[in-house]
């Protein structure tokens, strides 16, 4: 089976990215918003690769936004995995040629990924081991729902690029 050079980059590239998210990508903000890079290529790998290398990279990738975050330590995975499953619903065999598909996993991705991190959030609040307590209402006006919008839109713009992935046929 021919999985494709990106199949097996994907790890130091998720690394990379989350490198750089942590860095430099803070430079493209627009209204306010940065992108989310580390969970577009999730996604994307979800999407080519499906749930089971995308629940592993996103876990991979978790990690080093943690480590150069310094994040909660998990809370990026946990976002992530979640955010591949539901990205991985739309691994099937040309699903992904229907931009539908890959427009909605990096909306629903996006959207999955905010609720989980800010669920996670909130349980280390209760639980004492976070002082940080964040407005949820303006939270999700200011920084979710425009980064859902920036994220979708850096996706129709990567749709040639995914389109050229090799198909996986592991269903």
């Known amino acids: ?36 890079l580390v969970l577009l290529m999730v996604v994307i790998g979800a999407l080519v690769y499906g749930a089971r ?52 996993a990096a909306a629903l991705g996006t959207l999955i990924y905010a609720a989980v991190y800010l669920a996670t959030l909130g349980v280390l609040e209760v639980l004492g081991a976070s002082t940080l307590r964040l407005p949820i209402a303006e939270t999700i006006r200011d920084i979710v729902l425009p980064v859902t919008v920036y994220n979708t839109a850096l996706m129709f713009l990567a749709l040639p690029f995914l389109n050229r992935l090799p198909e996986s046929q592991d269903l």
């Open 53 to 104: 290398p995308g629940v592993l990279w996103a876990f991979i990738a978790g990690i080093g936004l943690d480590l150069f975050s310094g994040g909660p330590f998990g809370a990026s995975s946990l976002a992530l995995m979640a955010s591949a499953l539901v990205a991985s619903l739309g691994h099937r065999p040309f699903s992904r040629f229907n931009i539908l598909v890959p427009l909605s």
């Open 1 to 36: 089976m021919n999985r494709g050079a990106l199949y097996y980059l994907m790890g130091p590239l998720l690394l990379f990215l989350a490198l750089l998210q942590s860095t430099t990508v803070a430079r493209f903000k627009v209204a306010g918003v940065k992108p989310d």
